[in-house]
């Protein structure tokens, strides 16, 4: 299997922007987490009679889970920043471009390389991947700070089924959130 996909500067914006999205579902998460342990420690006061012990269990928890979420919604807040700033300069930038960015995918890695940044990966480095919205989500680490969005439609159907059956083959498959 010997894949080459070339995007302009539009295309490569598209997937930042869908990697955001991506990021945004794991703030809710966080929201979700922070506001059930108030919860938790609400119902436990009223219903058990808290001790001063377990009270200060919740509270440290319930501050861990507070600053997962602030650490979470400040990553996503920089990359919303840094995708305005690199869409402005990019976009005057290489407006003119052909191709902005390549992925060049074999039997052995996964390369991208663009403008800006070469990464090489052999495919038992992602950790994990998901088929969302037509998209191929392949991530290298557990933060969506190495993820790589492949769209369906950059690819024929014949090559999106070698791709598939590849990945299905050499990564294990965790859903992305």
């Known amino acids: 299997m010997n894949?080459?996909?070339?995007?302009?500067?539009?295309?490569?914006?598209a997937c930042f922007k869908i990697k955001i999205k991506l990021m945004s579902k794991v703030i809710r998460l966080g929201i979700i987490?922070?506001?059930?342990?108030?919860?938790?420690?609400?119902?436990?006061?009223n219903d058990f009679g808290v001790t001063e012990n377990s009270l200060v269990c919740y509270l440290i928890l319930e501050m861990a889970l507070f600053t997962f979420?602030?650490?979470v919604f400040k990553r996503v807040y920089d990359y919303r920043t840094l995708y305005k700033t690199f869409s402005k300069s990019a976009l005057k930038e290489y407006q003119n471009h052909e191709t902005y960015s390549t992925i060049y995918l074999d039997d052995s890695y996964f390369t991208y390389e663009s403008k800006r940044k070469y990464y090489k990966f052999s495919w038992s480095s992602f950790v994990k991947y998901d088929f969302k919205n037509e998209n191929l989500v392949l991530m290298v680490?557990?933060?969506?700070?190495?993820?790589?969005?492949?769209?369906?439609?950059?690819?024929?159907?014949?090559?999106?089924?070698e791709l598939r059956s590849l990945i299905l083959k050499t990564i294990p498959f965790k859903k992305v959130r």
Do not use: M
Not at 141 to 161: D, G, V
């Open 3 to 13: 894949i080459t996909i070339k995007r302009n500067i539009v295309e490569e914006l």
């Open 33 to 45: 987490l922070f506001l059930l342990g108030v919860c938790a420690i609400i119902i436990c006061q």
């Open 69 to 71: 979420s602030f650490l």
């Open 141 to 161: 680490n557990e933060s969506y700070s190495l993820a790589f969005i492949i769209k369906q439609t950059e690819l024929t159907p014949e090559e999106f089924h």
